[in-house]
């Protein structure tokens, strides 16, 4: 069977941008086909009819590239939002978005992997990022839409479950703490994940939170593979 990825395009693909460029063509072309046989072989209409047609150019063409260029600052904006290894918002995202979501109490999680350095050292680069990939799928899984998910750091993913009573914030983290399997080289890799709980109570602020969910994930992996630990927000 050939690889789906070497199979050739049946047709080229147009790009948006350039279908919205040829109907403003095709619309200015009957514009002015229309408005030769209105004004007939009059010298003087068809003087008027091109000097309203630049006119009317010269008014698209400098809205249509401000058009492109707010719809090409929005593509960036998102890209910039995205990590490029698992297509999860990377850590300033999550932060800034979880700082929106901070009024509203809710379950924090932090979750790192197992050994992961191992399997970085022992299965290669290719293996650890299959293992990212299917933990960011695993969560996407798992989680809701009005779920703030993200990858922080490295092998560290964070997850901030907004409104959530405890009992669910739990429920994901043994979930999450399975691990993923994946299938290297060397056949099939199964690495577990630790996981740190912190209860927001939606008026301790942001580094408190983040430190103390850090704090859980450190005593989750002390403890060994695959625990899950909940630590409370102690004031200072």
Known sequence: MVPLQSVPPIAPQISAARVRYLIVLFVAATVLSLAAQ???????????????????????????????LRL?????????????VTGMTNRQTFLQ??????????????????????VNDVSGPHAAQLCLMALAQRCREITQK??????LDGAVFGIYLPGAPIERGRAVADQ???????????????ATVSVGVVVADGWTPLDRLMQTVQQALDLAKLRGPAHVMLRDVVAV
């Open 176 to 190: 999450l703490s399975k691990g993923v399997q994946v299938v290297t080289d060397d056949g099939i890799l199964h």
């Open 146 to 151: 009005t779920d703030i998910v993200g990858r």
């Open 38 to 68: 209105f004004v007939g072989p009059d010298p003087f209409g068809i003087y008027m009819t091109m000097l309203a047609a630049a006119a009317l150019l010269l008014v698209m063409i400098p809205l249509l590239i401000m058009v492109r």
């Open 72 to 84: 090409a600052g929005k593509k960036m904006q998102q890209i910039a939002q995205i990590d490029g």
């Open 97 to 118: 978005r979880f700082t929106r979501a901070l009024p509203q109490s809710g379950v924090l999680l932090m979750l790192d992997f197992d050994q992961f350095k191992k």
